[in-house]
């Protein structure tokens, strides 16, 4: 079952893409897997994407997946917060 996705998520991904990032949707993972995989520069980034409205929190899942998780998880809600979180 594919979990929805943010309505922010394809611009996101879109402008990941743009500056010559690879993208990987991960979303259908479930289990509090983060929602992109994202590839820049040599280095791997995992994007959990959250709506703007600031309703859409980390769930418990989420957290807990973030906790045990051994490399970096960045919670983005717009296309600044991804890019930074490249280091573009």
Request: with cysteine; charged share 25%; net charge positive.
């Amino acid at each position: 079952m594919r979990k929805k996705t943010d309505a922010n998520q394809s611009e996101i991904v879109a402008a990941l893409r743009k500056v010559g990032a690879s993208v990987q949707d991960l979303s259908s993972v479930g289990g509090g897997c983060p929602d992109l995989l994202v590839a820049f520069r040599g280095f791997n980034v995992l994007l959990e994407v959250k709506n703007t409205a600031g309703l859409n929190r980390v769930g418990d899942a989420q957290r807990d997946w973030i906790k045990d998780w051994r490399g970096p998880v960045v919670i983005v809600r717009t296309v600044t917060e991804a890019l930074n979180a490249i280091g573009v």
